[in-house]
């Protein structure tokens, strides 16, 4: 197994993530103690196990960069599990080796573990659902508007140039205009196939299939508007968008 620690995002506590760390170092140095108590050498014994333990875990030990996607390639050629995201992630919390981990150590009863599961799940579903709503009421309300807005501008100033220079083909005002009216429809498209998923999810769904359902539908659907909106922004001249950039958010705010 690889067990790789990182910090949890900023609305999580760490208790989580500590209660769990700190149930395995507890199980292994258990086992540390039945191996080395008692021995007739604690040294030897002690430098027999410390081989031992390296060479058979050796291949969770990574000093390159853990973000490339040259690791994810060589974790899976190492036979790493690799959970990418949280639905992914959240069942392997009841795994029954987990499950008994917990419970032998008294950290958590089978039920409690149980219930904290159906917690997780509930709380992703929820954050999923709001965000999207979210994302939702400000490409209607603000961002729509605003493209529209500024390709209105455009073509004011293209019919305005033509009028005063006949002979100036306006090639950059034409260019951004088709170019975010083109975007803005794709993006009114793509907004409302996100809130269809939002709407429709069945309600006969169990809470692992609307976790599922929340990631693979919902969550991706997100996704492919951020990317309209991320060539939006760069097309959308600052004046007219209502939002702080990546730019405002990295060096103004």
């Not at 620690?5 to 760390?21: E, H, V």
């Not at 039945?34 to 390296?54: H, K, M």
């Not at 392997?92 to 958590?108: D, E, F, R, S, W």
């Amino acid at each position: 197994n690889k067990f790789e620690f990182r910090m949890p995002g900023s609305s999580q506590s760490i208790a989580g993530p500590n209660t769990i760390l700190n149930t395995i170092m507890a199980e292994e140095l258990g086992r540390f103690a039945d191996r080395l108590t008692g021995a007739a050498d604690f040294q030897q014994a002690l430098n027999i196990l410390l081989r031992e333990v390296f060479q058979r875990h050796r291949r969770i030990i990574f000093g390159g960069n853990g973000y490339d996607s040259a690791w994810m390639a060589e974790a899976e050629r190492r036979g790493l599990v690799n959970l990418p995201n949280t639905a992914a992630a959240l069942p392997a919390y009841i795994l029954p080796k987990n499950v008994a981990l917990m419970t032998k150590h008294g950290v958590y009863t089978t039920s409690e573990m149980m219930a904290r599961h159906e917690i997780h799940m509930e709380k992703y579903c929820k954050l999923i659902s709001i965000e999207a709503a979210t994302l939702i009421d400000i490409v209607q309300h603000t961002l729509l508007s605003a493209a529209t807005t500024y390709t209105g501008h455009l073509c004011t100033a293209i019919v305005q140039k033509q009028a005063a220079l006949p002979g100036d083909p306006c090639r950059v005002e034409k260019a951004l205009a088709a170019s975010v009216s083109q975007l803005n429809a794709t993006l009114l498209d793509r907004t409302a196939e996100l809130k269809t998923a939002l709407d429709t999810m069945p309600a006969s769904y169990t809470a692992e299939q609307q976790l599922h359902y929340c990631h693979d539908e919902i969550f991706a659907r997100m996704q492919r508007v951020r990317e309209i909106i991320d060539h939006m922004e760069t097309l959308v001249a600052a004046d007219f968008w209502p939002v702080p950039t990546y730019y405002d958010l990295l060096f103004s705010v």
